[in-house]
């Protein structure tokens, strides 16, 4: 009976490793998929800025020179170059109004900061893992997907193209 009972502790001490072993590996997982996540959000950010800002101060200056030169008699030539200006500080208006770069950036910029909230708490767990009973781990992992399903249903689309560049650098 003895015997019986060390090997039932036995077979009792594989198991934790082997579901901690597939634990391990789905958190592994996770943290890849949640680092891509950030850094595709963090570069879409960075590109909606420098567009914001790039359209803001062309804006400005067209702006400036019509404004400028309204106040000047012009012919020929210049009237055409006040024409051609009026209309380009007219639809860099509309681009900017409608484009609401900066605010779209500041959504991508929230979204990789909640992305990498996640991400460094999934590294805690990782890290405290051999400390907790496996309900304890997937509690926590189900708080975790929970947070993340809820985040990406919030987080704006963010194109492939800046998912592809951030995880290949």
């Known amino acids: 009976m003895n015997q019986k009972n060390n090997e039932t502790i036995t077979d009792l001490e ?3 490793t082997e579901v901690n072993s597939d634990i391990k590996c789905l958190i592994n ?17 960075e590109k909606l800025y420098f567009r914001a800002d790039l ?24 009237k055409v ?3 051609i200006m009026s209309i380009l500080s007219a639809s860099l208006s509309g681009v900017v109004s409608f484009g609401r770069f ?9 979204a990789a900061g909640c992305y990498g909230k996640l991400r460094r708490q999934l590294e805690k767990l990782d890290k405290t893992m051999l400390t907790l009973s496996e309900d304890e781990i997937d509690k926590k992992l189900k708080v975790l997907r ?12 963010t194109p492939k193209s800046s998912l592809t560049k951030s995880s290949s650098t």
């Open 81 to 83: 170059f006040l024409t």
């Open 29 to 45: 997982n996770w943290l890849q998929r949640l680092s891509d996540a950030q850094s595709g959000h963090y570069s879409r950010a």
């Open 14 to 16: 594989i198991v934790p």
């Open 146 to 157: 929970i947070e993340w399903e809820y985040i990406s249903q919030n987080a704006p689309l």
């Open 55 to 78: 359209f803001g101060y062309c804006l400005i200056l067209t702006s400036t020179i019509v404004t400028a030169m309204l106040f000047l008699n012009t012919d020929g030539g210049w």
């Open 102 to 110: 900066a605010e779209k950036g500041e959504r991508h910029r929230s």
